[in-house]
């Protein structure tokens, strides 16, 4: 079989599940949603090399949150694939999902070729729609260098392609149904999950577990997941064990647990018992810059087989990076189931 004709049916299978997913799951109302603002960029510290052991040779999932920091994950861990990752977006903020909007609607009707002049056309039509309104770091100029450096590394073409197929969940990580859909949609593939610091974001336990759950539920070959201290992230886990004891260990109560909530945690996962087999990655990257490095990209044939499943590596303990801040404000984290 050729590789075009792989490419082909890789092609018609992504359609095939997007649309069985968007016809299964729950979408909630714009005012049944959160208010709270977004990241265009994300704001986690992660750097390129953090995840170049977990780059994929087949197809897989990301389930992620927020806007181009996800497409930015799909990009680095898709980048030996011939067709580029599904990314599925799950989010409680309408400005999340008014960006999104924006986002598909640029760039489905652009034409331009030109990587420098259509990350100029997004730019003025994000200054026309009053940027402010949707995102932290809307009106940035760093924006431009950030989708600059992607569309660098990885192609413009591969790069709309990505955010045009983006599947937009407008619900909760804390909604079971929605996760074992997506779950259910993409069986016999691997998954990624990337919900970044949401469950530090959120005031009660039971909540907290609910996330960790349907993180659980999506059965992940690796989750990506950040800690909250002070407002910024200090650590990035990266997580092959995804039971919700493990998760909930690692990550700890986060800022917002207290009284009976912080007690009930401590009792329940701080008690003594066998290592956690997960990756804690230091800080030490500069926030917002996430995958936009320009670096020049390797040729090469690319590997991709028996596209059903997918098989990731495995980062060594020792490698060293950063993590993300998902940008949930307080009011923002009371909300979630």
Same mark, same amino acid.
């Given at each position: 079989?050729?590789?075009?004709?792989?490419?082909?049916?890789?092609?018609?299978?992504?359609?095939?599940?997007?649309?069985?997913?968007?016809?299964?799951?729950?979408?909630?109302?714009?005012? &049944?949603?959160?208010?709270?603002?977004?990241?265009?960029?994300? @704001?986690? #510290?992660?750097?390129?090399?953090?995840?170049?052991? /977990?780059?994929? %040779?087949?197809?897989?999932?990301?389930?992620?949150?927020?806007?181009?920091?996800?497409?930015?994950?799909?990009?680095?861990?898709? &980048?030996?694939?011939?067709?580029?990752?599904?990314?599925?977006?799950?989010?409680?903020? #309408?400005?999340?999902?008014?960006?999104?909007?924006?986002?598909?609607? /640029?760039?489905?009707?652009?034409?331009?070729?030109?990587?420098?002049?259509?990350?100029?056309?997004?730019?003025?039509?994000?200054?026309?729609?009053?940027?402010?309104?949707?995102?932290?770091?809307?009106?940035?100029?760093?924006?431009?260098?950030?989708?600059? =450096?992607? $569309?660098?590394?990885?192609?413009?073409?591969?790069?709309?392609?990505? *955010?045009?197929?983006?599947?937009?969940?407008?619900?909760?990580?804390?909604? &079971?149904?929605?996760?074992?859909?997506?779950?259910?949609? /993409?069986?016999?593939?691997?998954?990624?999950? /990337?919900?970044?610091?949401?469950?530090?974001?959120?005031?009660?336990?039971?909540?907290?577990?609910?996330?960790?759950?349907?993180? @659980?539920?999506?059965?992940?070959?690796?989750?990506?997941?950040?800690?909250?201290?002070?407002?910024?992230? %200090?650590?990035?886990?990266?997580?092959?064990?995804?039971? $919700?004891?493990?998760?909930?260990? %690692?990550?700890?109560? =986060?800022?917002?647990?207290?009284? $009976?909530?912080?007690?009930?945690? &401590?009792?329940?996962?701080?008690?003594?018992? #066998?290592?956690?087999?997960?990756? *804690?990655?230091?800080?030490?990257?500069?926030?917002?810059?996430?995958?936009?490095?320009?670096?020049?990209?390797?040729?090469?044939?690319?590997?991709?087989?028996?596209?059903?499943?997918?098989?990731?590596?495995?980062?060594?303990? @020792?490698?060293? =990076?950063?993590?993300?801040?998902? =940008?949930?404000?307080?009011?923002?984290?009371?909300?979630?189931?």
């Amino acid at each position: 079989m050729s590789a075009s004709h792989i490419s082909y049916l890789l092609s018609l299978d992504k359609a095939r599940r997007r649309e069985q997913l968007l016809s299964t799951v729950k979408q909630l109302p714009l005012d &049944e949603l959160m208010d709270c603002f977004s990241f265009f960029m994300g @704001n986690d #510290p992660i750097k390129k090399s953090d995840l170049t052991a /977990y780059q994929a %040779t087949k197809p897989f999932v990301l389930v992620g949150t927020s806007i181009f920091g996800a497409v930015a994950i799909a990009c680095h861990l898709g &980048e030996q694939l011939s067709t580029p990752p599904q990314v599925v977006i799950v989010d409680l903020s #309408p400005q999340v999902a008014k960006s999104w909007d924006l986002i598909k609607s /640029y760039f489905m009707a652009s034409a331009e070729t030109n990587p420098e002049l259509a990350v100029k056309g997004f730019w003025d039509l994000l200054q026309r729609n009053r940027p402010n309104e949707f995102s932290m770091d809307g009106n940035s100029e760093n924006l431009c260098d950030f989708l600059l =450096g992607l $569309i660098e590394q990885y192609g413009l073409v591969r790069f709309k392609q990505i *955010v045009i197929e983006a599947v937009i969940i407008k619900q909760s990580w804390g909604h &079971e149904v929605t996760f074992q859909r997506i779950r259910d949609v /993409y069986k016999g593939m691997d998954i990624v999950a /990337y919900p970044s610091n949401i469950i530090h974001c959120i005031h009660d336990l039971k909540t907290q577990k609910d996330v960790a759950r349907c993180v @659980n539920l999506l059965r992940p070959v690796l989750s990506i997941q950040t800690n909250l201290q002070q407002g910024e992230p %200090t650590q990035l886990h990266l997580m092959n064990d995804n039971s $919700i004891k493990t998760i909930m260990r %690692t990550l700890g109560p =986060g800022p917002f647990l207290e009284g $009976i909530d912080k007690l009930a945690f &401590e009792s329940e996962f701080l008690a003594p018992s #066998p290592s956690i087999p997960a990756v *804690v990655v230091k800080p030490g990257s500069v926030p917002g810059t996430l995958f936009a490095q320009s670096v020049k990209k390797e040729e090469g044939l690319k590997a991709e087989t028996d596209y059903a499943s997918v098989t990731m590596g495995s980062l060594d303990n @020792n490698d060293q =990076g950063s993590e993300r801040l998902h =940008g949930l404000q307080d009011s923002c984290s009371t909300r979630i189931n």
